[in-house]
């Protein structure tokens, strides 16, 4: 994925009724090594990758980019959210062009079923249509991901298509701001 383009980075920190979304810091690290290595979270994204190569690969700050959000409830990160282009080999676009702006989420599963992923992408999205006004967002997951599809649906995200890619059936939905107008 390439990075968002002509957008201020970091913003300040975004809060919300429970949660604040802000960059990546040295002190997530631990946090993030837990995203990547769970396997529940990797079930529908590829698996987990192991400890040690994380532990090994991960720069003392990780992940600091633009579009990546550090989720953090109570002082502490429970996930990450980004926005970025997607890459133009991938399978399914909106845009003819390719290089549409998608979401992604991903939270520790200590951190699923109170809704703070909902609030946390709404904020995300608001953001995103603050700074790249009238700008459709994509999102793919696999149909099978139960909590993903709901996610997307809870967040007004559209079925654009389905399609076959890495063995499992996508789905493809699109979000797009609401006009002043509409
Ligand atoms: C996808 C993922 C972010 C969804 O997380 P989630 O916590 O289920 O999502 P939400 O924030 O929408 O929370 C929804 C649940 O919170 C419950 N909830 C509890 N308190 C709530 C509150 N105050 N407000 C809103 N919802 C609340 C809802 O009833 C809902 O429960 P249900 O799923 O049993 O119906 C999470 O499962 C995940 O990180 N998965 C692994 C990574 C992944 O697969 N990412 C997708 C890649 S495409």
Same mark, same amino acid.
């Given at each position: 994925?390439?990075?968002?383009?002509?957008?201020?980075?970091?913003?300040?920190? !975004?809060?919300? @009724?429970?949660?604040?979304?802000?960059?990546?810091?040295?002190?997530?690290?631990?946090?993030? !090594?837990?995203?990547?290595?769970?396997?529940?979270?990797?079930?529908?994204?590829?698996?987990?990758?192991?400890?040690?190569?994380?532990?090994?690969?991960?720069?003392?700050?990780?992940? *600091?980019?633009?579009?990546?959000?550090?989720?953090?409830?109570?002082?502490?990160? !429970?996930?990450?959210?980004?926005?970025?282009?997607?890459?133009? @080999?991938?399978?399914?676009?909106?845009?003819?062009?390719?290089? @549409?702006?998608?979401?992604?989420?991903?939270?520790?599963?200590?951190?699923?079923? +109170?809704?703070?992923?909902?609030?946390?992408?709404?904020?995300?999205?608001?953001?995103?249509?603050?700074?790249?006004?009238?700008?459709?967002?994509?999102?793919?997951?696999?149909?099978?991901?139960?909590?993903?599809? *709901?996610?997307?649906?809870?967040?007004?995200?559209?079925?654009?298509?389905?399609?076959?890619?890495?063995?499992?059936?996508?789905?493809? +939905?699109?979000?797009?701001?609401?006009?002043?107008?509409?």
């Amino acid at each position: 994925m390439t990075e968002l383009g002509d957008v201020a980075w970091p913003p300040a920190p !975004i809060r919300t @009724e429970r949660l604040v979304l802000r960059e990546s810091e040295a002190r997530d690290r631990a946090a993030f !090594i837990e995203l990547f290595t769970s396997p529940e979270v990797g079930t529908y994204i590829g698996g987990p990758r192991p400890r040690d190569e994380c532990e090994r690969a991960l720069p003392e700050t990780p992940e *600091r980019r633009p579009g990546l959000f550090v989720i953090e409830l109570d002082g502490a990160m !429970i996930g990450t959210i980004e926005l970025n282009r997607r890459d133009a @080999e991938r399978r399914s676009h909106v845009r003819p062009d390719a290089g @549409e702006a998608e979401l992604g989420y991903l939270f520790l599963p200590e951190a699923w079923g +109170g809704g703070y992923a909902a609030e946390a992408c709404a904020a995300a999205l608001g953001w995103f249509a603050d700074m790249l006004p009238g700008e459709p967002v994509v999102l793919c997951t696999q149909t099978a991901n139960d909590r993903s599809m *709901r996610l997307a649906a809870k967040l007004g995200f559209t079925e654009v298509q389905r399609f076959e890619e890495w063995g499992a059936e996508q789905w493809m +939905g699109v979000w797009s701001p609401i006009s002043p107008s509409g």
